[in-house]
């Protein structure tokens, strides 16, 4: 009987032990995804361009100026004497035009006016690119273009007279002074600030000089270019209202000054607006030239 109780023993000690797998603990399954729009995933942002550009938004200003001086003409609020209303300025033009005086004094400032800025413009730019594609150059003009920038050029009127009489030449020589300054300083700045990686990418593809210049120097220095042009052109206007009021005996200016001696507001008026007119025509014209040429560049004006 023992030997039975120490076999079973025995024979249990030996016997494996077989216990039910141990099942992998659970994992909570993820909730379902929330669907979102695209507008909600995608960052916000900051729209900081000026926006498109609104044909004729340019004339906003000055017809907003115009209906502010018919509302307070039309109120009583300007003295005529002082200011007369729109309606008598165009009132004024038209018996003006009429007559004929005010279409011979329009031509003559006109003429006046594209003679000195033509001469203005050629000097400017044949100065600015013999300035800006040579040290010699540079070391010859650059000095003597600062040293007459910083004089007073309507302070050489007095000058001109002597030199080259009353007649039409000293205005329109004036005129030219006035015109190539900003146009050379403009000029000579922006041939100076191109890149020199483009000189050396030049000179790596063995371009001419003539090359470079059409490739590498007019390219990049359009803009600068332009901005000069379309100071050139206001200073035109600017200097041919004081020429013609200076021994002229016709043009615009020469009518403002025959007007101020009889005390006629609304002929004063009328030639300003004049003036104002042909400056806003010539600028918004560069301004369209200068976005028909420098179409390939994207800046914000575009």
Do not use: C
């Not at 399954?29 to 929330?34: A, D, L, S, W």
């Not at 035009?97 to 730019?125: E, M, Y």
């Amino acid at each position: 009987m023992a030997e039975h109780v120490s076999t079973a023993v025995v024979e249990a000690e030996l016997t494996p032990v077989v216990t039910a797998p141990e099942r992998p603990p659970t994992v909570a399954e993820p909730p379902p995804p929330v669907r979102t729009s695209a507008a909600a995933v995608r960052p916000r942002t900051r729209r900081l361009a000026p926006g498109p550009r609104r044909p004729y938004a340019r004339l906003l200003g000055p017809l907003l100026l115009l209906a502010v001086w018919s509302v307070a003409s039309g109120a009583g609020w300007l003295d005529p004497r002082i200011l007369p209303a729109p309606w008598t300025v165009l009132h004024t033009g038209a018996h003006l035009w009429t007559a004929g005086t005010l279409r011979t004094d329009l031509a003559t400032s006109l003429w006046r006016a594209v003679q000195g800025f033509a001469i203005g413009l050629v000097a400017g730019v044949v100065l600015a690119l013999a300035a800006g594609l040579s040290r010699i150059g540079e070391a010859l003009i650059d000095g003597t273009v600062q040293v007459n920038r910083a004089v007073p050029t309507l302070g050489l009127i007095p000058l001109f007279i002597l030199w080259l009489g009353i007649g039409e030449t000293f205005k329109v020589v004036i005129i030219a002074i006035v015109v190539y300054i900003p146009v050379y300083l403009n000029l000579h700045a922006a041939l100076a600030g191109i890149d020199a990686r483009y000189v050396e990418l030049a000179e790596v593809l063995r371009l001419s000089r003539w090359q470079f210049v059409r490739q590498v120097v007019i390219p990049g220095a359009l803009p600068g270019f332009f901005v000069g042009l379309r100071l050139g052109v206001t200073g035109s206007w600017l200097s041919l209202v004081v020429l013609e009021q200076i021994n002229a005996t016709n043009g615009l200016g020469y009518m403002m000054f025959q007007a101020q001696n009889y005390g006629q507001t609304d002929v004063i008026v009328l030639g300003l607006l004049i003036y104002g007119v042909f400056g806003f025509a010539s600028d918004s014209a560069v301004r369209l030239l200068e976005r028909r040429v420098l179409a390939w560049r994207r800046s914000l004006n575009s």
